[in-house]
Structure formats: C-alpha cells, structure tokens
C-alpha cells in the first residue's frame, strides 16, 4: 500500500497562472478531502468527496479554486488564476469513512510569485 | 471563525517530563476528538482519538482528556521523549459527517 500520493510535491508558478494539484487515495478507500495548511488557520477543510460526489464544499475559499473527483483513485484541485495569497501546503488525505481512519498525503507546496 | 482552538502555538518540554498540549472547542454537535502529529515535510498522521461519550483514553504513553462542560480537550504525553517533537494538531468531527475540523496546531519541542 502506496498510501495517499500527491502531486507535485513542490509548483512554483506566477501569479495568474493555473495550477493543478493531483490526489490518488488509498484503493478502498470511499472518502477523500482536500485540506490547506497556513500558520494563521492551521489546517482548513477545503471540500471532501464521499463515492466521488462532492460533500461539503463550503470551505473552498472563492470561485478560483475548483476540485473535482472523477473516479474512485483521482482527484485534482484547481487554481485558476493563481494569486500569491494561495501560497500554502496543499494535503489531500482518504478515509475508508470513519473519521479515524484518515490517512493524509506528503502535501503539495504552492509558492505563487 | 475557529471552531477548534489551539491557543499555544508552540511548546517546549525537557526530555522524561509530561508535556500537556490543549485544545478548545465551540461547537456541542462534535461526537469525536482526534489528535495528529505531523513532521516536517509529512503529512499529520492520527494519534490517538475519543470519542464524546468517554472522559478519557489511553494508549501507551499518550492520554486525552475530555472535558464536555468545559468544551476543553488535553493531550498528554507521559514521559516526553525528544522523538515526540512536531506539531501536534487537535480535530474533531461534527456529529454525522465524515470531515474534520483541525485546530492551528501546537509546535513541541523535547530537549534532552
């Protein structure tokens, strides 16, 4: 089991560019949520899937991001355009559907210049 | 508007004493706490959890306390050993969902 793989681990790109974060979770695994971690709120709950339906998107901060999940093992998560205030950790994590079974991913670094 | 409250953003502990990491929340509709510690450059991974109906649980050096009246939840690590240093994060799950909230994390650090 190759755990929750994220892609890139690293993207630097200037501002007003599009940036696509990738997510595979863990076979089996029936929930997925894309969280963003910022010294000021800690880690944010950005929007989840459950069977590939978007649950809860209410934590997507404004109609720049878009995710979207359309099969069991991926995901992305969009920015389009990109500002320098996206600047953060991008961590998809997956659950077999209990809350303690989460599994995070090594994250994504997004610096936007 | 934080639901989930770490107002310690960092920590430091020597080596053999109980480090005490806290954690308040706002919300009564949360059924269960989790704790994760996370590592530079890694993702956090779970720690230990309770649920809302128990007031404590245990496992090996690490212990949670739930407090409900004082919507106050405690992690403690007994006794702190340097490789114990990261950050710890509180969670905690809104009855009948799957997602979880996250607190801002509190940085431990054991030195010898």
Known sequence: DAGVIQSPRHEVTEMGQEVTLRCKPISGHNSLFWYRQTMMRGLELLIYFN??????????????????????????????????????????????????????????????? | DQQVKQNSPSLSVQEGRISILNCDYTNSMFDYFLWYKKYPAEGPTFLIS???????????????????????????????????????????????????????GTRLQVFP
């Open chain 1, 51 to 113: 069977n590939n339906v978007p649950i809860d998107d209410s934590g997507m901060p404004e109609d720049r991001f878009s995710a979207k999940m359309p099969n069991a093992s991926f995901s992305t998560l969009k920015i389009q355009p990109s500002e320098p205030r996206d600047s953060a950790v991008y961590f998809c994590a997956s659950s077999p559907g209990q809350a303690y079974g989460y599994t995070f991913g090594s994250g994504t670094r997004l610096t936007v210049v």
């Open chain 2, 50 to 104: 309770i649920s809302s109906i128990k007031d404590k649980n245990e496992d090996g050096r690490f212990t949670v306390f739930l407090n409900k009246s004082a919507k106050h939840l405690s992690l403690h690590i007994v006794p702190s050993q340097p490789g114990d240093s990261a950050v710890y994060f509180c969670a905690a799950r809104p009855e009948g969902t799957d997602k979880l909230i996250f607190g801002t």
